[in-house]
């Protein structure tokens, strides 16, 4: 069904917001428990080698899904052991991870930068809800993954905010001397909790070359990790609102092809750079309505802090 | 204020009984061979003042040191308390000065927080839910969903209380729980405190140093001085003056300094200077200070009840929420830190290595830590290598230090000797005022010593001294005139060779003395 | 009794002398694992042979080596300036272009300017255009305690999408094409001479680096600011008690921190073999430049030092493409596993082994236990 410019640009917000959203996702997981991943472009880049990698030589798209996920936890656990067990800096770590990254992931991906997904990621049409009028075929008519990057949210916030453990993980990040005594294991945690950011970040890498792109090539992420992590400010470190600031951030992207096409005069340049505009200004705005607390903000309030037990 | 009157049956088994504990650090034996009984339903104050052993009694028996010898049983049965989450498992609980709770979430995450009996899946709905049942079965008024940090001190002392007896404390333990309270919060302190008695059967132990409360809150007192307990009592067969006289004993070392040769008029006048410390409590009220030249004024009190504040409000570093400071005529209310310094006020601060030292940098750094923006040493945009060199070695000679190098790094001077070089250098700066706190605090007989005459000499040099010290031995015997400072207002005041011991304990308990 | 407690205990402790030690230590162990790495990982050939040929081996590969350690040593001063106090500038990067864009708008508007006076407006337009990228998160981070990391860091961003407007709009060049976006070439005379000392040829751009490291490492240890930076830096407390104004301090070295950046900037564009305002112009320098400063401990004369030492690993790692060892990994896995062990070396610097039964801390007093916040970097 041909859509209308509008409708295609709501559509494509949505596709260009997903990678966004598993990303953003996976740092966020990180940042509740307080350790700040600044190199997670490194992890999506080498999720999306590995999950394109895993689907070729298996032909089998669930296989390069699990190897993108693998890949992006066991990348990320190699921070966390850094960061979390060796008390590392975790800004330094951070550069060298996405250099790794980088680097890694070029080298692994070379031999298939120029092949086709044989077994890409599969459009879902969900029944009975795409025909819906005007909005059926720009929600209902995506690649699985796009629904699974939605729900992602919605179980973060489920565990985060209606469980124990929850309670206790969330703990880790704000105070975790606090959290130690009573009993929270906080390097633990600590250490799983960013390896498992990490899957969903290299899921993020994997819906691109698997998903929009179906191939591989080097460099392929082109700064969304670096938008990720922009994701996390904006939200205000909720999981719901990652929803948001993922869909609006991708929306930009959108806008900005469909102003290209209407031959609009805005120059995209602009709209590149109102996802981090904004981004700036939600983090100043924040700290202005926690002046009268100093050093209160929005973020857990243990954020980089390495953990010393009895400090 | 409420008097204690129940007297637990002296027949029953104690609920908890420590038997001849004594823990040595090194040299120091902070606790000596102590006895102490608890029974259920009885508040049991421990009286003591700085340094009399209280805290690591209490740290023993929370499982946060071990005992170098005694024993230890509860309901009868000898126990051995390994660590702090075995005394929790035992029932010992422990509510510290500074609460561990976490600011950014409500009462209820925070009483939930790493508990066995949270549910599995809990929103803040039924954590609220949960937090106000309990709340009801202990008789405590917390709000569920508030967050600590709008909370009042008061408040979060009441979720710490809350979250310690909910976790199956049949033994709670406050320490020093008022230090933090305003007279109102205080009360209403004590009076659950006796609910929970009198209803739940606790056993409940407060540390304080603060006469008054321990006469109106508790059935029993123990009185530990030195290490060592002095005795056990029924609070009702005791008065503020025995408990005083317990608590600071007979004999006072002092061997009085001779008195100041360079007396003078009014160098440093504070009036009605009030202050609130960094939760916001109020630290100091309506506080009255005057010191001369050529003399040293000894402020003694229990440490928490405005000391720091004063110095820090005296040498800019707090700005003061009421009332004027004046130095030699001049305003200096609110005045930043390089105002005082030039108004010739110097400080030897608490924390010698983390404000008073830059213990990273080298002997010359922190030598001129006072005076590189003026001439000699600066020139210009520049330091001048040579002024530097000078002006260290002079106060490295000056206070008799041996170093190896003025390059060497603080870090590498023992404790006593950086002390020296700090309380020399400030003494250098201050050509006005010096506000000395702990000065000898941690150093050796010969370290201390030294300090003492320096600060003497310094006072016949015509500078006015305000010496905060826990040492009272030390404060009697160097100040001219001493002051006690309790709950942020000066308590009392008399002249060298005026003192009572038994005046003094009470002024420094709370007891507010008329002395001529 | 409890569980069976091991002899051993690891400690932490306030500061290694020796931390330096443990770092070049971790530096070369990196080295030396990628070095056999690669010499496993390729079927013929001889690594070693080849990476020296191209850095230290041969006039080409010194050469090489210096004109990519030439930006890499004027960012990683302008990261080790803001580490001084201990604040982290993650926007390098940004300001390092918004200095070019100054310097190029000043070049193109003023063209009919001789070289040195044009040069000299160039400069001073760049050093402040960094200057002023560094405002706003300088004032944030002072005064509202707002982590400089995510501001600069937005600001980065920021700063590349406006060079994408410029370059393809205003100052287009009609001949550019593909991903790299550039302007056309600046006037002839805003080209920096090349020195040659014993045949090498040496661009002004490492002089410039020397130099301005020089400057710092002499303002820091001799200048009344230089001694209020260290006291703060050392101990925030204790600068306050000194009667220093420290966030008036923190605002001024960050500002000249951005300053520094923009300096790399037209640096790198009038003294390099790149005469445009172009994305080309920077290879994540600023990033690499913070990592240059890290490994050099903060120290300025290290920071020059280190650049060299990366430059060359960077040319290693192009040497090593013809050998089937894609140049990628050389330039960015190399240098990034060299980072991640030396902050593992760092890190580790913080413990030491201790023999339990020591006799336990005094704690008689009621001072409440200090929060060990122990590394930098602290965002929010």
Request: hydrophobic share 50%.
């Amino acid at each position: 069904m041909e859509l209308e410019l509008w409708q295609e640009t709501l559509l494509q917000a949505i596709v260009l917001g997903t990678p966004l959203l598993f990303v953003a996702s996976g740092e966020l997981l990180g940042q509740k428990v307080g350790v700040f991943n600044i190199g997670i472009e490194g992890v999506m880049l080498m999720g999306a080698a590995a999950g394109f990698i895993g689907m070729h030589e298996s032909s089998n798209i669930v296989i390069g899904i699990l190897s993108a996920a693998v890949c992006g936890a066991l990348f990320s656990s190699l921070f966390a052991l850094a960061t979390v067990i060796f008390r590392t800096n975790q800004v330094v770590s951070g550069f060298a991870l996405w250099l790794l990254g980088l680097g890694l992931s070029s080298q692994i991906g070379r031999g298939y930068t120029a092949i086709r997904a044989s077994s890409p990621i599969e459009r879902w049409e969900v029944p009975v809800l795409r025909d819906i009028p005007i909005f059926g075929p720009i929600l209902f008519e995506h690649l699985w993954a796009v629904y699974l990057a939605f729900l992602t949210p919605f179980i973060l916030w489920f565990i985060l905010q209606r469980t124990r453990h929850g309670l206790d993980i969330r703990a880790i990040g704000e105070d975790p001397v606090a959290a130690d005594t009573t009993g929270v294991a906080v390097v633990t945690w600590r250490f799983l909790y960013v390896s498992l950011g990490g899957a969903l970040v290299g899921l993020g890498g994997a819906f691109l070359s698997l998903g929009t792109s179906q191939t591989f090539t080097q460099f392929m992420t082109s700064g969304l990790g670096w938008i990720g992590l922009a994701i996390v400010m904006f939200a205000g470190w909720q999981p719901l609102r990652l929803i948001l600031g993922a869909y609006l951030f991708g929306g930009l992207r959108a806008l900005d092809f469909a102003a290209q096409s209407a031959n609009w005069n805005i120059p995209s340049e602009f709209l590149a750079m109102l996802p981090f505009l904004g981004t700036l200004l939600v983090l100043l705005v924040g700290a202005w309505r926690f002046r009268n607390r100093p050093g209160a903000s929005a973020a857990p309030a243990a954020l980089g802090i390495a953990f010393f037990r009895g400090g | 204020m409420i008097v204690g009157d129940k007297t637990p049956p002296s027949a029953a088994a104690p609920l908890v009984s420590m038997r001849q504990i004594t823990k040595q650090f090194g040299n120091l034996t902070a606790v000596d061979h102590v006895d102490l009984d608890v029974h259920a339903g009885e508040i049991h104050a421990i009286l003591g003042e700085n340094g009399a052993g209280k805290t690591t009694l209490m740290n023993v028996l929370t499982g946060l040191l071990r005992p170098d010898s005694g024993q230890i049983s509860l309901d009868g049965s000898d126990v051995s308390i390994s660590s702090p989450r075995k005394a929790l498992e035992l029932g010992i609980g422990i509510v510290h000065q500074h609460f561990r709770l976490v600011e950014n979430f409500t009462t209820a995450e925070n009483l939930h927080l790493g508990w066995k009996e949270t549910p599995l899946l809990a929103g803040s709905k039924d954590l609220d839910d949960r937090t106000r049942t309990l709340a009801k079965q202990f008789d405590l008024d917390v709000e569920a969903n508030a967050r600590i940090w709008q909370l009042s001190v008061g408040e979060q002392q009441r979720v710490a209380i809350l979250r310690t007896l909910s976790r199956g404390a049949r033994i709670l333990i406050l320490d020093e729980p008022t230090a933090v309270l305003t007279p109102t919060e205080a009360e209403r302190l004590f009076e659950m405190l006796r609910g929970l008695a009198d209803s739940s059967k606790q056993a409940v132990i407060f540390i304080s140093h603060k006469l008054d409360e321990v006469i109106a809150a508790s059935d029993r007192v123990t009185v530990l001085r030195a290490g060592s307990r002095v005795n056990t009592l029924r609070t009702v067969d005791c008065n503020q003056e025995l408990l005083a006289e317990m608590m600071i004993g007979r004999h006072l070392d002092t061997q009085p300094a001779p008195p100041s040769t360079a007396l003078g008029p009014a160098i440093l006048v504070g009036k009605g200077i009030a202050v609130r410390n960094d939760r916001g409590v109020p630290a100091l009220e309506d506080l009255d200070l005057e010191l001369r030249k050529g003399e040293i004024v000894g402020v003694a009190g229990v440490a928490g009840n405005g000391q720091r504040e004063l110095s820090e409000v005296l040498t800019g570093l707090r700005s003061i929420d009421a009332g004027q400071i004046f130095v030699s005529g001049q305003e200096l209310t609110n005045a930043d830190p390089a105002d005082f310094l030039r108004a010739g006020i110097g400080h030897i601060p608490e924390d010698r290595y983390s404000s008073g030292l830059v213990s990273s940098e080298s002997i010359e750094h922190n030598a001129i830590l006072r005076a590189f923006r003026d001439p000699p040493i600066r020139r210009g945009l520049f330091l001048s290598p040579a002024a530097i060199k000078d002006h260290a070695g002079r106060l490295v000679d000056a206070v008799k230090v041996s170093i190896r190098s003025l390059r060497s790094s603080v870090r590498s001077l023992s404790g006593g000797n950086a002390q020296r070089l700090l309380t020399g250098r400030e003494i250098a700066a201050a050509s006005k005022v010096l506000v000395a706190v702990h000065p000898t605090r941690g150093l050796d007989v010969g370290a201390a010593e030294a300090v003492r005459q320096a600060l003497l000499e310094a006072r016949d040099s015509g500078v006015g001294i305000l010496l905060i010290s826990e040492d009272l031995s030390e404060l009697l015997s160097l100040a001219d005139r001493t002051v006690v400072i309790f709950r942020g207002r000066l308590n009392g005041e008399f002249n060298r060779d005026e003192y009572d011991v038994n005046t003094l304990g009470l002024l420094m308990g709370g007891s507010p003395v008329e002395v001529s | 009794m409890g569980r069976k407690s091991r002899s051993w205990k690891i400690e932490l402790r306030a500061d290694n002398p020796k931390r330096t030690l443990y770092r070049i230590s971790a530096i070369l162990l990196g080295l030396g694992i990628a070095l056999i790495a690669v010499q496993l990982g390729i079927s013929e050939g001889n690594a070693f042979e080849r990476i020296l040929k191209a850095t230290i081996g041969s006039r080409k590969g010194i050469e090489n080596v210096l004109e990519l350690a030439a930006p890499l040593m004027t960012t990683g001063l302008a990261a080790a300036i803001a580490i001084k106090l201990g604040a982290w500038n993650v926007g390098v990067e940004g300001q390092f272009f918004m200095g070019a864009w100054a310097a190029a708008g000043i070049a193109f508007a003023l063209d009919g300017l001789a070289g040195p006076p044009l040069l000299i407006l160039m400069f001073m337009g760049a050093i402040g255009a960094g200057a002023i990228w560094m405002l706003i998160p300088a004032l944030a981070r002072a005064y509202l305690n707002v982590s400089e990391i995510l501001t600069t860091l937005m600001l980065n961003f920021v700063a590349m999408a406006f060079l994408a407007y410029w370059a393809t709009g205003p100052w287009r060049d009609p001949r550019s094409q593909g991903a790299v976006l550039a302007t056309p070439k600046l006037p002839e005379q805003t080209r920096l001479p090349k020195l040659t000392i014993a045949g090498v040829e040496i661009g002004l751009g490492i002089v410039i680096g020397l130099v301005l490291a020089l400057l710092l490492t002499a303002i820091f240890r001799k200048s009344v600011l230089g001694y209020m930076v260290t006291t703060v830096g050392a101990s925030e407390r204790a600068g306050a008690y000194a009667g220093i104004k420290v966030r008036r301090l923190l605002v001024t070295v960050l500002l000249a921190s951005g300053a520094a950046g923009g300096l790399a900037g037209v640096t790198h564009m009038t003294g390099g073999s790149i005469n445009r305002y172009s994305t080309s112009l920077s290879s994540n320098t600023g990033y690499t430049g913070i990592a240059v400063a890290v490994l050099a401990g903060g120290s300025f004369i290290g920071t020059t030092a280190m650049a060299l030492i990366v430059g060359a690993i960077i040319a290693a790692g192009n040497s090593l493409r013809i050998l089937d060892v894609g140049s990628e990994l050389g330039r960015f896995g190399l240098t990034g596993f060299i980072l991640l062990v030396a902050a593992v070396g760092e890190g580790l610097s913080h413990y030491r082994l201790v023999r339990r039964g020591r006799k336990e801390e005094a704690k008689i007093t009621d001072s409440p236990p200090s929060a060990i916040t122990s590394t930098e970097g602290t965002p929010t």
